[in-house]
């Protein structure tokens, strides 16, 4: 068998180098002793003939379970803390640990994945800097909610919301909401995520125009809605007749804040959120809301990166692509 064939071993690659075994070992964990030019002639041969560490392949049922990285934002965020929880749910059936890690939080939050890569099998996380991984070469890397380009370096599970955010355009337009605005977090606003809300929204738009308003997730909701709910000039024209939140979290503390103020929802002004979240269903009212089943997000991920480490999966392309979409739940804020 040649080696396009068969996997590719650690003395193929040396081979290709033009090098040692121990210098290929080197090279692929990111350790001292060779200089930057031979690294990366080492991680380009590895790279073209797809090679993996045995630690990756049959190595496996030997040297005890896999564990799974999985790097996320802010473990206080609902969103996260469920995510989380799911993915060990996930990977108990095989055996495997799963170790979490937060990169907001982190003392340096841009080489939080590249650190937690070190100490696990495979990474999954949410716009994870994927280069000085294992030396970019032989580690299952999964980026979730990423586009179709990020294909290119990664796996990706892709959250597809097109058809949801649809759906919710036809159900507000038969509820009678014609000036609906989005609710964005503060960074990088028009977020991706608002930008499609918009996009789906300007059909039912009376004026075609769907106004963004960025506001932080903990603070500053009152002064924002006594702002955007004014009629007249104070709120650009008839009054906001439907607010859509960045996620589910937001939406709930939008919702507290209209009951505060007096606003009836959805009576005098509709709310939705996005996620789906556990606490969109223990509110009153309960949320409309873009669900997205995180137990599909986590299992699907979890299979991906096991073909990637039985090596039935490669670790780029569309191969390695999956999606998981959201749908509408109706509740009674709308």
Same mark, same amino acid.
Do not use: C, K, M
């Given at each position: 068998m040649t080696t396009s064939q068969r996997r590719a071993t650690i003395i193929d690659v040396a081979k290709r180098a033009g090098v040692s075994r121990q210098t290929v070992t080197r090279a692929v964990n990111d350790m001292p002793g060779i200089s930057p030019a031979t690294r990366e002639r080492v991680l380009a041969a590895a790279r073209e003939m797809n090679y993996r560490p045995s630690r990756f392949g049959r190595g496996?049922? @030997?040297? %005890?379970? =896999? !564990?799974? %990285?999985l790097a996320v934002h802010d473990l206080s965020n609902s969103y996260f803390a469920e995510l989380g929880a799911a993915?060990?749910?996930a990977g108990a059936p095989h055996g495997w640990n799963v170790v979490l890690a937060e990169t907001e939080? &982190?003392?340096?939050?841009? !080489? /939080?994945?590249?650190?937690? &890569?070190?100490?696990?099998? /495979?990474? =999954? %996380?949410?716009? =994870?800097? !994927?280069d000085q991984i294992r030396g970019g070469v032989g580690m299952p890397v999964v980026q979730l909610d990423a586009s179709r380009s990020a294909m290119e370096e990664s796996g990706v599970v892709e959250l597809d919301?097109?058809?949801? !955010?649809?759906?919710? /355009?036809d159900h507000l337009r038969a509820a009678g909401v014609r000036r609906p605005a989005v609710i964005d977090l503060p960074e990088n606003s028009p977020s991706r995520r608002a930008r499609q809300l918009v996009e789906a929204l300007t059909s039912? /738009?009376?004026? %075609?125009? =769907?106004?963004?308003h960025p506001v932080p997730l903990r603070s500053g909701h009152r002064?924002?809605? @006594?702002?955007i709910l004014e009629p007249g000039p104070a709120g650009g024209g008839p009054p906001l007749d439907a607010l859509i939140a960045f996620n589910d979290e937001l939406a709930v503390r939008l919702l507290r804040e209209l009951r505060t103020m007096g606003i009836d929802v959805p009576g005098r002004i509709k709310v939705v959120g996005v996620d789906g979240l556990e606490l969109a269903s223990l509110v009153t009212p309960e949320l409309t809301t873009l669900e997205l089943d995180l137990e599909a997000v986590a299992r699907e991920t979890v299979e991906l990166v096991r073909g990637m480490l039985e090596g039935s999966v490669p670790l780029r392309g569309p191969e390695a692509h999956r999606v998981v979409p959201y749908r509408l739940r109706v509740g009674e804020s709308t």
């Open positions: 496996l049922v @030997e040297q %005890g379970p =896999v !564990t799974l %990285g993915f060990v749910r939080q &982190a003392r340096r939050p841009e !080489t /939080a994945a590249s650190e937690l &890569a070190r100490r696990v099998d /495979a990474l =999954v %996380g949410y716009h =994870v800097v !994927t919301s097109v058809q949801a !955010t649809r759906d919710l /355009a039912i /738009a009376a004026n %075609g125009e =769907v106004p963004v002064e924002l809605l @006594e702002q």
